[in-house]
């Protein structure tokens, strides 16, 4: 029998039970796909973490660690699997209401049961709870439940794992103290103890608080766009203020936390969240408004192709999920432009209907324009020439002010920004208001 099992091996899970494994836990990690279960434990996974590999080979060669796609009877269930939104932006819960049927055999009086899954106010006990106590076991009486939401970066999950603060979500305090027992062991950042539904609206709260700070900062570059101001630099002058701080702008969010997050909360209290639609209105509109500003010009038409630089929703990761690229996308083909779509990470493949290829000069050749989504480092170092040998046309949109302008400019290109003026300098500064001097003031002035 495992001491924990952690169900869904995925960017978050699977991490998780390697940490544990590695603080010397004997636990079984749980996947549907048996194809990721059979990789693992051969000690393998396609997953691009930091120091992941070689944590999880590790774990698999001590045999603290196996995968199964069906759970055991364990001390300690952990449920770490994903929780989207359907196309109406509803929650959708079925993973985690399948998760948690899977563990009601094995459930035990006396057993640990943790939900990590980012999920609506209420979840933990109104879903998680109520389906367990269908075995006759009454949670925080006959076993314990708790919510603890993960903080990590993408890309560096292990590492913030270990040291990030964490929010443990007791349905009583016994039960977080049990979990606070678990985590500790390889936690080393500040793990605060509070009830289920406070932590879950923390989490929900820490996301839409970023959401709402990018869109703040594109509605700025918005303004600015019309005003002739670069917004970077208004940006970087108003953080200079102690209690300020502002994100930067761009072609809106993706991932799987902060555009979706929000929405948690909006479709259960829209009462209390117009602010909350709004800015996620703003985000998913500004990759859109860029490609208006492209076509604008009249130097991308119906008919030609755009290539959008980058897939994964953010910097030199290969995650591709709710990219801002898809939106630009759909936009595109609404528009009738064709469209190329380039990420030297992400696997190639479809997504969200839209193919990505890793070959940069086949994604370029014939483009009438150019847009960069994600700032990888393999775009920061381009030169002009990657542009200028393979596309026709010499129109360039960086929504992320991470190209070389300079060299672009010299080899023919319009460049678009975000947050900048099509011209890229302010607008003349307007005539100094006409001032009377009138003959009293003129003898007053004389006198001084």
């Given at each position: ?11 978050v ?5 390697s ?6 836990f004997?636990?079984m ?19 691009k973490e ?13 045999r ?12 300690t ?5 994903p ?23 094995h459930l035990?009086?006396g ?16 879903v ?11 949670p ?19 590492a913030?794992?270990?040291?990030n603060?964490r ?6 305090t ?11 062991r ?5 793990l ?16 839409t608080?970023r ?9 700025f570059?918005?303004?600015c766009?019309s005003?002739?101001?670069d917004?970077w ?6 953080n ?12 809106g ?22 602010l ?10 500004q ?29 030199d ?9 898809y939106?630009?996308?759909?936009a ?9 779509i380039?990420?030297?990470l ?20 014939g ?11 393999a ?5 002009s020439?990657?542009?200028t ?5 010499r ?5 992320r002010?991470?190209?070389?302008h ?16 099509e ?26």
């Open positions: 029998m495992a001491e924990i099992c952690v169900l869904g091996l995925g960017y899970g699977l991490p998780t039970a940490l544990l494994a590695g603080a010397g004997h636990v990690g749980v996947d549907i796909n048996p194809d990721v279960v059979k990789a693992l434990n051969q000690g393998k996974t396609n997953l930091a120091g992941l590999a070689m944590m999880v080979s590790a774990a698999f060669q001590s603290n660690l196996v995968a199964a796609t069906e759970p055991e009877p364990s001390h269930f952990i449920i770490c699997v929780t989207p939104t359907l196309p109406d932006h509803r929650v959708d819960l079925r993973a985690v209401e399948s998760a948690t049927r899977s563990i009601l055999p035990r009086r057993n640990l049961v943790i939900l990590e899954s980012t999920s609506p106010v209420g979840t933990t006990r109104d998680v709870g109520r389906i367990l106590a269908e075995s006759g076991l009454e925080g009486v006959d076993f314990d439940l708790c919510y603890c939401p993960e903080r990590v970066l993408p890309g560096n999950t292990v913030e794992l270990v040291n603060d929010v443990i979500g007791g349905y009583t016994q039960s977080a103290e049990a979990a606070k027992a678990i985590y500790e390889f936690c080393q950042g500040k605060t103890l509070t009830d289920d539904k406070t932590a879950e609206l923390c989490k929900l709260m820490e996301n608080y959401d709402v700070n990018i869109a703040l900062a594109n509605v570059a918005n303004i766009e005003e002739g101001i917004v630099k208004a940006i970087q002058n108003a200079l203020h102690p209690r300020v701080k502002i994100l930067n702008p761009g072609p969010v993706g991932g799987h936390c902060i555009p979706v997050d929000p929405w948690f909360l909006i479709q259960q209290y829209p009462q209390h969240t117009q909350l639609r709004a800015a996620r209105l703003v985000n998913d509109g990759g859109v408004r860029m490609l208006d500003r492209l076509m604008e010009t009249d130097r991308l038409r119906a008919g030609d192709k755009l290539t959008i630089l980058g897939a994964s929703y953010k910097a990761i290969d995650d591709p999920r709710e990219s801002p690229a939106l630009v996308a759909d595109a083909h609404a528009r009738g432009v064709k469209v190329a380039h990420d030297p992400v696997v190639p493949g479809t997504y969200h209907g839209h193919p990505v290829t890793n070959d940069l000069t086949g994604a370029l050749t483009a009438a324009a150019a847009m960069l989504i994600t700032d990888h480092k775009y920061r170092s381009l030169s020439r990657a542009f040998d393979a596309m026709t046309g129109l360039i949109a960086d929504t002010l991470a190209l070389n300079a060299s672009l400019k010299l080899a023919g290109f319009t460049v678009l920004t975000t947050g900048i003026g011209s890229g300098e302010a607008k003349a500064e307007p005539a100094a208001p006409q001032v009377i001097i009138t003959d009293a003031a003129k003898k007053t002035l004389s006198r001084v």
